[in-house]
């Protein structure tokens, strides 16, 4: 079946370091696939998305590339902020189909 | 505008009860998911309206879990016989019509339930 193998966390950086959580998926066709981050006491929301191979996501300085050769989607960021402490998913919807294969998330914090 | 709710916000019952867990969706979105996370886990998939039917309820982990979407508006979750496997997260998103996939689900806070 369909999965989302995530980087395990928790992850922690320096205020404008490089972050860069792994994630890869196995899929049947042609998925999309989605970042979402749920921010401290707030509910899911979408970072990103990516509907077809080679596509880049990109919101709030964060990217994500749809990699098929690889079946990746890492997200990215060149500098990162305290406010980007959250945690993060990754996600797959099938192609034809509206629910949503999850991974485990990722915890990250940023100090200052 | 207001944005996906769940009512309660934390539940907590005995074994064997039974409870319900209410959604209330973005106006205007046709299209309403459960999903259930448990500690430490990304959301997993229990079933998906589309209007008032049920559109895929592959996610449903036994028969004593069941939903409702009966004015293709607010939802209920309906816990049978509740054991403390239960215990978790449920969270409830709404999106536009789903038609041409790939569309934004707005989530909810979701309801903690324990189940003691």
């Known amino acids: 079946g369909n999965s989302v193998t995530q980087m395990e966390g928790p992850v922690t950086l320096s205020e404008e370091a490089f972050l860069t959580i792994n994630c890869t998926y196995t899929a049947t066709g042609y998925p999309s696939l989605f970042w979402y981050v749920q921010y401290p006491g707030e509910g899911l929301q979408l970072l990103l998305k990516a509907t077809k191979a080679d596509d880049k996501g990109s919101n709030k300085g964060f990217e994500a590339t749809y990699r098929k050769e690889t079946t990746s989607f890492h997200l990215e960021k060149g500098s990162v902020q305290v406010s980007d402490s959250a945690v993060y998913f990754c996600?797959?919807?099938?192609?034809?189909?509206?629910?949503?294969?999850f991974g485990q998330g990722t915890r990250l914090t940023i100090n200052p | 505008g207001a944005g996906v709710s769940q009512t309660p916000s934390n539940k907590v019952t005995e074994k064997g009860k039974y409870v319900e867990l209410r959604c209330d969706p973005i106006s205007g979105h046709t299209a309403l998911y459960w999903y259930r996370q448990s500690l430490g886990q990304g959301p997993e998939f229990l079933i998906y309206?589309?209007?008032?039917?049920?559109?895929?309820d592959s996610g449903l982990p036994n028969d004593r879990f069941f939903a409702v979407r009966p004015e293709g508006s607010v939802s209920t979750l309906k816990i049978q016989r509740t054991e403390r496997g239960d215990s978790a997260v449920y969270l409830c998103a709404s999106s536009l019509s789903t038609s041409g996939g790939a569309v934004e689900q707005f989530f909810g806070p979701g309801t903690r339930l324990t189940v003691l």
């Open positions: 996600a797959l919807s099938e192609q034809g189909a509206q629910k949503l294969v």
């Open positions: 309206f589309q209007g008032t039917g049920a559109a895929d």
